[in-house]
């Protein structure tokens, strides 16, 4: 048996596993900080380009209502309500997260119900390079609480035709219906808002 007379001190301990560990530890604790920083980054991303197309698409709709005033719905202005195209344009991009294409395999009918009945205003196709996957019939309304301006009264029958408006108001209701194509199983998703 032999005996040392060597007395460690604890200061003097050197382990190398423990410098290993606390190394790998800082290095655990900077990746986890830098995947933090880039999943807030990519979620902001992300919102971004969420928000952008849902501020594409307002404008879509927008377009469509101005060309439809004069051709399809035969009135001089649409008043349409604050942020009500804002409201679609969110709604149609919530039904188009599930599908296969999502918003680019869409073909968006835009109708207005009307005393008479329901008119289609417009056909879109957000992509017409995709092969369309599901239909959205956007359905709008028209604001039945409105009373006629006194200027709709001097212009009635007088320098206008007899069908021609002066303004639409629409409501700030509206009704979506989901149809998809690829799939003979689902059903039609209406919506209503």
Request: hydrophobic share 35%.
């Amino acid at each position: 048996m032999v005996a040392t007379s060597t007395l460690k001190t604890k200061g003097s301990d050197y382990h190398p596993e423990w410098v290993e560990r606390r190394q790998g530890q800082v290095y655990i604790e900077k990746a986890l900080d830098s995947w933090d920083y880039s999943s807030s980054e990519l979620q902001r991303n992300a919102d971004a380009a969420e928000d952008q197309a849902c501020q594409q698409l307002a404008k879509m709709f927008e377009s469509c209502l101005s060309r439809a005033k004069k051709t399809t719905l035969h009135c001089s202005s649409v008043l349409v309500p604050e942020k009500l195209t804002r409201r679609i344009a969110r709604d149609v991009l919530r039904l188009a997260a599930c599908e296969p294409c999502g918003l680019r395999g869409c073909i968006l009918f835009v109708h207005l119900e009307l005393d008479k009945g329901c008119k289609q205003l417009e056909r879109i196709a957000y992509d017409a390079t995709v092969v369309p996957t599901f239909e959205l019939s956007l359905v709008l309304k028209q604001d039945g609480t409105a009373w006629p301006s006194l200027r709709d009264f001097f212009f009635m029958g007088t320098c206008f035709a007899p069908t021609f408006r002066h303004a639409l108001k629409l409501s700030p209701s509206f009704r979506l219906v989901k149809r998809k194509l690829y799939s003979s199983s689902a059903g039609t998703v209406i919506e209503e808002c």
